[in-house]
């Protein structure tokens, strides 16, 4: 069982940098892909980012290449997401997903999930 918290959301101005970081729990974070995922209102839940369990291949939706860049820390048990040039189409609520597999942009090879953190760009 693996249990994800997200944080580092919140309001910013378009063009702006947020950070967000997910905290896994359990001895066996290492062995996870990992994804980011969001939901804007009224829309289906999409893919944004997905990594490797060692970090060494990251893949991204097309929206987000060159601004947004997905990373992990291991030792730290945590996954996370630099998001710069924020758009306000970028606002929405933002998952991250552990993969026992291997990184996957589909959200049905995901396994557990986070509960969520909210971004909102605007000026």
């Known amino acids: 069982q693996v249990q994800l918290v997200e944080s580092g959301g919140g309001l910013v101005q378009p063009g702006g940098s947020l950070r967000l970081s997910c905290a896994a729990s359990g001895r066996t974070f290492s062995s996870y892909a990992m994804g980011w995922f969001r939901q804007a209102p009224e829309k289906e839940r999409e893919f944004v980012a997905t990594i490797s369990s060692s970090g060494g291949y990251t893949y991204y939706t097309d929206s987000v290449k060159g601004r947004f860049t997905i990373s992990r820390d291991n030792a730290k048990n945590t996954v996370y997401l630099q998001m710069n040039s924020l758009k306000p189409e970028d606002t929405a609520v933002y998952y991250c997903?552990?993969?026992?597999?291997?990184?996957?942009?589909?959200?049905?090879?995901?396994?557990?999930w986070g509960r969520g953190t909210q971004v909102t760009v605007s000026s």
């Open positions: 997903a552990a993969d026992r597999g291997i990184p996957s942009s589909s959200q049905n090879s995901y396994n557990y």
